[in-house]
């Protein structure tokens, strides 16, 4: 990857569906080369924030801003150079094989019909080394298990070049050693990354700043030690939980108790 790395800013940005509001204003930054994760409970409005910043969903009040830009001005092949998406599934790829999907994230950069070049191909291979999919090159996407899908996609994201990388889940399917691969190399890449995701004990290592959602609002924001409270857990998710700075990483880190963990003892 060779972009230079987007500053985001969601300002004020509000969407509605016949006239019920999904996210209430949400305000948001993430300044060149930051990993910003946002987390919260099922329903609270994380995916509708990350599709209305990469241009899936247009915002009723209140704008994206990419590089001082409003991102609703750009065209879509110029808003795709900067912003590349790994979503949670892939429409478009019946019967293709994983090289030609991992090939898609070229288009952007290419006029209407152009063939791949010996670049483009080169990149597409290395994109799939770097996620330990390589092998996976030949087979059929629709063929593959969820994770090793979203491996692919992942790849595609990175053969576009972007600046900024909008992940929807991208631990989704995955098992612990990919889970940590890919955050891993998220956050080591020349972009800006924002990133939902569920598990908070990853979004605590691997994230820079976090913003909590909780109906639709921005409930708490800043660096996971500041965010990742026990009563903001009790709040927002309506969990009972320890929290204790790791010794080796020094992220919070998070252990979940039981609802009847006064009789157990905890």
Known sequence: MTARPVELAVEAVRYEI???????GIDLTARPGETVGVVGPNGSGKTTLL???YGALRPNRGRV???????ASLGVKDRARRVAVVPQDAAGTFGLTVREVVAMGRSPHKRFWEQDGPDDVRRVAEALDTVGAGALAGRRFDELSGGERQRALVARALVQDPGLLALDEPTNHLDIRYQLEILGLVRGLPATALLVLHDLNLAALYCDRLYVLAGGRVAASGTPAE???EALLTEVYGVRARIATHPTTGAPSIVYLPEDGERAGY
């Not at 801003?65 to 991102?71: E, F, N, R, S």
């Open 18 to 24: 016949d006239g019920q509001p999904l996210l209430h």
């Open 51 to 53: 599709r209305c910043v």
């Open 65 to 71: 801003v990419l590089d001082g830009v409003d991102a």
């Open 227 to 229: 965010v990742l409270t």
